[in-house]
């Protein structure tokens, strides 16, 4: 008895000194695997730091999984905009500042009309199956969104291309149009882009497991600044806890879109980068129910939120505040004074509700995406500084798949906290959704006079007299009290130490292409 | 030697303490539980706030009493559902036999072969959410446990003498079911509901832990949990008050249950 007791301990003793030798065995091995292939404009790492990981790759932690089509012009997520940045590129990209960089097409004119705009094309960009873009795909790629309705500023327009001069005439003036040339190139006729996406950004794809992790590699034949990374990994967690936990084990380097809860768990393995998110979260309301079709209700509603209150409970007190459907990154059209038409203001919003016959409020169900904290959280503050003036709310969470059927394609809501950001670097990216039956527009606002401001946006002759019409758009939603508008959310981007080159953009995306270790 | 029954001594004790303070967090709880206050989030337990306070700054005892009573309403309606429709399922089939206890059987079955959570989880994205819609789907998914028990029972009872005797005195079949026969079970029912009771408050608590049927503002155990998670490391006594409510209740009724089945022996 005694005899096989000692045997199996010291069996199982060898088995733990196995064990250990063979970690110890590996571990030197360990950088040197993956170099066996030249990786031209890799980073130099000389760095001897032991804590410090060799292999040239991050993981990136997303809270979403992508839209179920990778497609680059049906996508409507924000989240997948973010990451598929970093695969496609269209005729021109965004740049950090807000300015729009050349990228397929190397420059452009615009003709005095403002109608026409002649580009010319880069010569040897190339896609990620390898083959060279040529005017096929570009033409492919412009006619696939004119005539799919992808891109609404290229209706009716006619794209032409000849040699490597595209020209492309508006059916009328419009200088924002470039904007809109963001949209992806993709290789004519490839049927796979839902599942297996090309295009030509610095990043390619590699694969995806749906609600697990997405996976890019650097494209070598990149014609631009390469990559410094090798490969990004990223990761999905939908729950903030798992989340946080897996910063602090390590499994993730990078994560954006942090809460202050997290942020504040994070020790100092990680540098917190402070940035917007570049969205405008509100209480977006439906028009099309009652009492929310009445001004005076829904202005009612805007004087009862206390914006300070939302800021002091969910982000220690930061947080850019919106008085419209503009953040602050647009700096020519934000306009802050529109930030002050509601003041906090619980009497003058219970007299509104009066007169508006609900002097007793009425019951309100705010629907909000249970994936995205900042919007929960916002929303059940809101909630009780409705219930002040004498809303009755129900808070209702929602995944995120039904938020997007039912309350954002369906309308089937009464109020929801979510928050929008601009597909191109346009104002009219974030206010053209409200004009009256716009295939977005998913509130219902109709207004005459915002309609009439939009026209004179598109039909304005210089820049001036465009950022005034966009002003007077702002303007309009903000006094016809549209939206409860909240704030642009203070975005934490948590980057783990030794990790630099973050870029912030004014739009709603993550360009991993500057990211390196130190 | 007759030696006391602790288990039902401690179990009542406890469980009339928690009824004492569901009840009372009926009437009156120390502060508003919903009235947020920037200045004293995430606080530790002070004078003020007995259980500290959460991320909004809520009075984390006063939530905490809110939910016991919602979680506590939400148990009993089940256990009352499940037991009510279930002995009438199982002494109408134990008792009759034949077709009747063929289809309502079968029908049984068709409800235990799925996983009743995920039954309770179709039910209420079906009914749509709200504490009165959860306590239905729980309700009927606890069914099938009730009404499989008393039909065991009922079917040994239909064969035995006292029954007999009624049937030949002429009996109505309703008095020998509910006047005759039901008494002589009840010990069992009366087990089976004290476990019944603890699995209906996990289940509401797992319920709204996932958020699922509960609105995040309102007062709930489950939601409180899951809240707290992010906040363990920081401020324990977050996830502590609604832990250790969800506890008492359960070690109360267990309590109970046990000490009723020490009495019979």
Request: contains cysteine; hydrophobic residues 45%; negative net charge.
């Amino acid at each position: 008895m005694n005899k096989t007791r000692t045997l199996s301990l010291l069996l199982c003793l060898l088995m733990l000194l196995s064990l250990l030798a063979g970690c110890k065995g590996q571990q030197p091995a360990q950088p040197e695997s993956p170099s066996a292939e030249p990786t031209p404009a890799a980073p130099a790492t000389p760095t001897t730091d032991p804590g410090r990981r060799e292999t040239n790759e991050i993981t990136v932690g997303i809270s979403q999984d992508l839209d179920s089509s990778l497609d680059p012009h049906t996508m409507v997520a924000a989240g997948t905009k973010e990451l598929l940045f970093n695969v496609f590129e269209g005729l021109v990209k965004p740049t950090p500042d807000g300015d729009l960089a050349p990228a397929v097409a190397e420059e452009w004119t615009l003709s005095d009309d403002l109608t026409t705009y002649t580009f010319r094309l880069r010569e040897g960009v190339k896609f990620h199956n390898g083959s060279e873009v040529t005017m096929d795909d570009v033409l492919y790629s412009l006619t696939r969104c004119r005539d799919e309705g992808y891109v609404a500023a290229l209706k009716d327009s006619v794209i032409e291309g000849e040699g490597s001069t595209l020209t492309i005439t508006l059916p009328s003036a419009n200088n924002e149009f470039l904007a809109n040339l963001t949209c992806a190139i993709i290789p004519a006729d490839y049927a796979d882009q839902a599942t297996a996406p090309v295009g030509t950004g610095p990043f390619k794809f590699v694969s995806r497991a749906v609600q697990q992790s997405i996976v890019l590699e650097r494209f070598d034949d990149y014609w631009g600044d390469k990559a410094y990374l090798d490969r990004v990994t990223y990761i999905i967690y939908e729950n903030p806890e798992a989340l946080a936990m897996a910063l602090k084990g390590g499994a993730v380097d990078l994560y954006a879109h942090l809460s202050t809860a997290t942020v504040s768990q994070l020790g100092d393995d990680f540098s917190i980068l402070e940035g917007t998110m570049n969205l405008v979260q509100a209480v977006y309301l439906n028009h099309t129910v009652k009492p929310l079709d009445d001004v005076r209700v829904r202005q009612a509603l805007c004087y009862a939120l206390d914006r300070q209150q939302i800021f002091d409970l969910t982000a220690d007190g930061k947080g850019w505040p919106v008085g419209s459907s503009m953040y602050p990154a647009f700096r020519k059209y934000y306009d802050e004074s529109l930030n002050d038409l509601y003041p906090c203001d619980t009497e003058k919003a219970k007299a509104l509700l009066a007169e508006a016959g609900y002097p007793d409020g009425f019951e309100l169900t705010i629907t909000v995406p249970s994936n995205y904290s900042p919007h929960v959280d916002a929303g059940q503050i809101a909630a009780e500084q409705f219930r002040a003036i004498g809303v009755k709310v129900t808070v209702q969470p929602v995944e995120w798949a039904t938020w997007v059927s039912d309350v954002y394609q369906g309308r089937n809501f009464e109020a929801t906290v979510c928050g929008f950001d601009a597909s191109t670097m346009t104002a009219r990216a974030m206010l053209e959704r409200f004009t009256t039956g716009h295939s977005k527009n998913f509130i219902g606002f109709s207004d005459p006079d915002y309609d009439a401001a939009f026209a004179e946006a598109l039909a304005a002759k210089d820049d001036a007299a465009q950022v005034a019409a966009y002003r007077k758009m702002e303007r309009i939603l903000a006094e016809k009290a549209a939206n409860v508008y909240i704030q642009d959310l203070v975005d934490f981007v948590a980057l783990r130490r030794g990790l630099t080159g973050y870029r912030f953009y004014p739009i709603y995306v993550m360009d991993m292409s500057t990211v390196r270790y130190e | 030697m007759k030696t006391r029954n602790y288990f039902l001594t401690f179990g009542c004790v406890i469980t009339a303490l928690m009824i004492a303070f569901i009840l009372l967090g009926y009437f009156w709880t120390p502060c508003d539980p919903m009235k947020m206050d920037g200045s004293v989030r995430e606080s530790a337990p002070t004078l003020a706030h007995l259980m500290g306070t959460d991320k909004f700054g809520r009075d984390i005892l006063s939530r905490v009493m809110k939910g016991a009573g919602a979680t506590f309403f939400v148990a009993f309606g089940t256990v009352l559902i499940g037991t009510a429709v279930g002995t009438l399922v199982g002494a109408l089939t134990g008792y009759f036999g034949g077709w009747l206890d063929e289809v309502l059987m079968r029908f049984n079955d068709a409800l235990t072969a799925f996983p009743g959570f995920l039954l309770a989880l179709v039910l209420v994205s079906v009914l749509g959410p709200g504490r009165r819609h959860l306590l239905l789907a729980l309700g009927i998914v606890f069914i099938p446990s009730y009404a499989r028990i008393v039909r065991t029972e009922f079917e040994r009872a239909r064969s035995q003498n006292y029954v007999k005797s009624a049937q030949l005195m002429g009996a109505s079949t309703a008095r020998i079911l509910f006047v005759h026969i039901l008494p002589n079970i009840w010990p069992v029912l009366l087990s089976a509901i004290t476990i019944g009771f603890n699995n209906a408050v996990l289940a509401e608590a797992a319920m709204s832990y996932l958020g699922i049927g509960v609105s995040p503002d309102e007062a709930s155990l489950g939601y409180m949990l899951s809240d707290s998670q992010a906040y363990l490391a920081t401020t324990p006594w977050y996830a502590l008050g609604a832990g250790l409510v969800i506890v008492l209740l359960i070690l109360g009724v267990g309590l109970i249950g046990e000490g009723l089945q020490r009495k019979d022996l």
